[in-house]
Structures are given as C-alpha cells and as structure tokens.
C-alpha cells in the first residue's frame, strides 16, 4: 500500500497571498496523482489530476506540479473561498487508492 | 448534470448490517467504476470499495473485506453496498464516487462524489 504524506498539517495564509502545499508519496507514482477540496459539510471535489491538470471548471489559480513522490498544489491567490480542507490521492497502484492526512488551509 | 445520491444510513448496533445505496444519473451509468470511499468523523478519506463498470471486478480495503459487499444494478443505475459484522470503526459517513473512465482496471482520479450518508455503529 502506499503511504500519502501531506504537509503542513495547517496552512495559515492571508487573502489574496499564494499558498504552497505538498504532498509525498512512499513510491514513485510517476503523474498518477489527483488533488481535492473539501468544505465543512462538503463532499470532496476534484481539482486536480494527473499531477498538474485542472478538472473541468476549476480556476487557473489551482496549479499543482511534481512526478514521482514529490507534488505541490498552489493557490496563486488565495479567495475567501479557497479556505478548506485538501487531499492528494494517488491512483497509480490500487486497490487500494490511498489519500494523503490532509492540509488545513486557514484564513491568518 | 453527474449526480449521486446515497440512502440507507443511520444507525445500527455492533454486529448488525445496513445496505447503502446510491442512485446514479446524468452519465452513462454502465461505462464507468464506481466506489464507495468514507471518512470517519473528523478525520481524512479512506477508500472502501470499487466495482467495475460491468459488475464483473470488486475490490475491497482490508478493513472490510469479508464483510461489506459491493453490487450494482445497471438496469436501474443504482450502487449499493452491503455492511454486515458492523463494528464501532465503521462509523463514517460513506460515498457513492465515480472514477474516470478506466481501460482494463487501471487506477483513475474519483471525479464525481455523492454528498454522503451517515453510519453510525453504536450500542
């Protein structure tokens, strides 16, 4: 099984200033890496695929980049909307399909 | 529009089972693998089950393998997942995902998910 480690835990940012949050894995996942936000109460949404492609409609101040076990997502400036919980999920080696702990993005 | 709508949840004892459900619409339901994925109260997202778009392949976590089972209906577009020996670490609100369309199994990103639906597992 591999292991998604994201970090940090709490991302505290200002409105309007970019955000930067990684995610590593435990084996190479070559781009078979997605990214996800979820509100309070929300289900998840996918915002991110194949490491660094934006799902339909999502924003062009989403971008995420990496391969292998690194990848970053980055929020070039930050909406009071953005503030929510996000999830790397690999999915190049299931079952199972494994998520990373999850980064807290608050409002500083 | 993709939509996915769980029923079913609520609350049962230690031991006892529950069936979820999902109801399907807006895509060709029998194209795509679906998933039930959960997430246990303020915590991260775990995935629980899989099955394929002709309901010939089922995966399941360890967690649960043995217990739940996983089936669907494409007459009807409908997923359900079957919960039996529930314990008190099943307690989650469970859901209904849809995965990109996949060739041979290979692993995809979960693009569409339900809103979600409570179990709770308590005496």
């Known amino acids: 099984e591999i292991l998604m480690t994201q970090s940090p835990v709490t991302l505290s940012v200002s409105p309007g200033e970019r955000a930067t949050l990684s995610c590593r894995a435990s084996?190479?996942?070559?781009?078979?890496l997605a990214w996800y936000q979820q509100k309070p109460g929300q289900a998840p949404r996918l915002l991110i695929y194949?490491?660094?492609t934006r799902a339909t409609g999502i924003p062009a101040r989403f971008s995420g980049r990496g391969s292998g076990t690194e990848f970053t997502l980055t929020i070039s400036s930050l909406q009071s909307e953005d503030f929510a919980v996000y999830y790397c999920?690999?999915?190049?080696?299931?079952?199972?399909?494994?998520f990373g702990q999850g980064t807290k993005l608050e409002i500083k | 529009e993709v939509q996915l709508v769980e029923s079913g949840g609520g609350l049962v004892q230690p031991g006892g089972s529950l069936r979820l459900s999902c109801a399907a619409s807006?895509?060709?339901?029998?194209?795509?693998?679906v998933h039930w994925v959960r997430q246990l109260p303020g915590q991260g997202l775990v995935w629980v089950s899989g099955?394929?778009?002709?309901?010939?392949?089922?995966e399941y976590a360890d967690s649960v393998k043995g217990r739940f089972t996983i089936s669907r209906d494409n007459a009807k577009d409908t997923l359900d997942l079957q919960m039996n020996s529930l314990r008190a670490e099943d307690t989650a609100v469970y859901y209904c995902?849809?995965?990109?369309?996949?060739?041979?199994?290979?692993?995809?990103?979960?693009?569409?998910w339900g809103q979600g639906i409570l179990v709770t597992v308590s005496s």
């Open positions: 084996q190479s996942l070559g781009s078979n």
């Open positions: 099955l394929s778009s002709d309901g010939s392949t089922t």
């Open positions: 995902v849809r995965s990109m369309i996949t060739f041979g199994g290979l692993g995809v990103p979960l693009d569409y």
């Open positions: 999920q690999q999915y190049y080696n299931w079952p199972p399909y494994t």
């Open positions: 807006g895509f060709t339901f029998n194209t795509y693998w």
């Open positions: 194949a490491a660094s």
